[in-house]
């Protein structure tokens, strides 16, 4: 158990709840309990049966959708399964407390010098999932306005393009000099083609280099 105690103590820094898992005897030891989960199951979560109290975890608090990620996890046969391969174990999940969806994270871990020890331990992720989430919305925005700065900036060339093309077609029918009309396409052909070799660049691979191409397409607008 001491280098069991030293895993545990590591994990309470991080981690809202933290348990130890005998799987010759299928005993659970409460170390850190989130106050959530003290709330809803009071003292049964501190010791007792592990199958028991994971299996009123999942059925009361995980989301539907979730609860088959718990299924490697959920006895102690499938524990044993687990651990005679690897030493760790981890997966998101969603769970809902008043109504409201948040997330969190397990990792079980093997105790190194032991074959029935493990460490289990639940992390709430709802602050990185905020990050994620504004993360991935300053990357929408930035996607947005590439695309919009792109309309702006291409569809008037484009537009003389096709323009240009219909009034060459009438000249040539009319056997007019049509070389005025062809020199204003390829000019927008060009300008066409800047634009794309701007925004397809190699190194448009961040959010500064994309930035940066916004800005100069603004500025051929």
Same mark, same amino acid.
């Given at each position: 158990m001491e280098l069991g105690n030293k895993i545990i103590d590591a ?41 028991? &109290? ?79 989430? &504004? ?15 792109? &309309? ?44 794309? &070799? ?10 500064e280099k994309i930035e940066e191409t916004i800005m100069k397409l603004?500025?051929?607008?």
């Amino acid at each position: 158990m001491e280098l069991g105690n030293k895993i545990i103590d590591a994990l309470c820094y991080s981690y809202q709840g933290v348990y130890y898992v005998n799987l010759t005897s299928g005993e659970i030891r409460s170390y850190r309990m989130a106050r959530y989960v003290r709330e809803k199951f009071g003292e049964q979560f501190h010791q007792g049966s592990y199958e028991t &109290n994971i299996y009123a975890y999942v059925r009361k608090l995980v989301m539907y959708e979730d609860q088959r990620l718990f299924e490697p996890i959920l006895t102690i046969a499938s524990l044993r399964s687990i651990f005679s391969r690897q030493m760790s174990y981890s997966f998101s999940y969603r769970f809902t407390l008043d109504e409201e969806i948040h997330y969190g994270q397990v990792e079980a871990l093997k105790v190194l010098d032991s074959s029935d020890e493990i460490v289990l331990a639940f992390k709430n992720m709802d602050k990185q999932h905020q990050l994620e989430k &504004n993360l991935y919305e300053k990357e929408r925005q930035i996607v947005k306005a590439m695309s919009r700065q792109l &309309n702006e900036v291409a569809r008037g060339p484009l537009m003389n393009v096709i323009e240009q093309s219909k009034a060459a077609k009438e000249a040539a029918k009319a056997g007019q000099d049509v070389s005025g009309y062809i020199e204003a396409i390829q000019n927008d052909g060009e300008t066409l083609l800047r634009i794309f &070799n701007l925004i397809f660049a190699e190194e448009n691979t961040d959010r500064e280099k994309i930035e940066e191409t916004i800005m100069k397409l603004d500025s051929l607008s």
